[in-house]
């Protein structure tokens, strides 16, 4: 679809100082493996609200819920959160490149 064009078109970036920067790098990676941590745990909690009961756990509140309507579920509250956070949207790639460029959001709350 796109050629040979980049999808996204990065900024120009050299380090500056190597002693500086890696503690800096360090740390984003401390950060992210806490981040992918908590994303762990938020989503067995939310498979836990859909699981029935069991002899090891007892049945979560939404186990009730039919199958056929846990994707509208879900897509409700993805649109709770477009409405409450629209700058969570993603509008595209020509959003983001200007995103990127300018280095201002997009939408504006």
Known sequence: LLG???ALRPGLFTVQSS???LPLYVGLGALS???AV???QATSRARALFQPESAAAAAGPLSAV???LR???GGAACGLLGIAFPQILFFGYSTLDAILATGETAVTA
């Open 71 to 73: 994707p509208a579920l």
């Open 4 to 6: 040979s064009e980049l």
């Open 19 to 21: 002693i500086v920067e």
């Open 38 to 40: 908590v994303f762990e």
């Open 33 to 35: 493996g806490g981040v």
């Open 66 to 68: 039919p199958l056929f």
